[in-house]
């Protein structure tokens, strides 16, 4: 499997949960590296730009109320095939859709308030990853 690098935001309603190191030993438990991580509140500004793919559909507006709502943490993984098996430990995006010891499963609410975020492939982590640590090269191993 290749080394890879993808992009993992823990979102606010997790953060509100004071479950990022649960999440983190999750990520550390299946052989996924930290190799970079930053606390940040996003503004709406920074929510509609780093979702702009999703600007038509109907969720939008209350997908960018959601992620500007409080502290997100967001980090940089890498460790062979990490775009495949963090959306695996994640679980689909809709909680109730989640597998069972998946991340959404145990930590999410609702389809919006869905505690993570991954990178669903190669071109949209090296987008995700520059998006918020340009300094971070993602074929720099
Ligand atoms: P995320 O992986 O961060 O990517 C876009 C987000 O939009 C998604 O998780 C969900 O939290 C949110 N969302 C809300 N409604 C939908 C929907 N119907 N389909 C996909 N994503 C949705």
Redesign the pocket.
């Known amino acids: 499997m290749p080394l890879e690098r993808t992009l993992s935001?823990i979102?606010p309603d997790a953060v509100a949960k004071n479950v990022i190191g649960q999440i983190y030993a999750r990520f550390e438990a299946a052989g996924l590296k930290i190799v970079a991580a930053r606390m940040v509140h996003l503004s709406r500004g920074d929510a509609e730009a780093f979702?702009a793919v999703?600007k038509e559909?109907?969720?939008f507006k209350?997908?960018v109320g959601?992620?500007s709502s409080g502290p997100v943490m967001i980090q940089v993984l890498q460790g062979p095939g990490a775009i495949a098996k963090n959306r695996e430990l994640?679980g689909a995006?809709?909680p109730k859709q989640a597998s069972k010891g998946s991340i959404r499963a145990d930590f999410a609410d609702s389809?919006?308030?869905?505690a993570?975020?991954?990178s669903?492939g190669a071109e949209t982590a090296a987008a995700e990853i520059a998006f918020f640590f340009p300094g971070v090269n993602v074929y720099d191993r």
């Open positions: 935001i979102k979702y999703h559909r109907a969720f209350d997908l959601f992620m994640m995006t809709d389809i919006d308030a869905n993570v975020h991954g669903d």
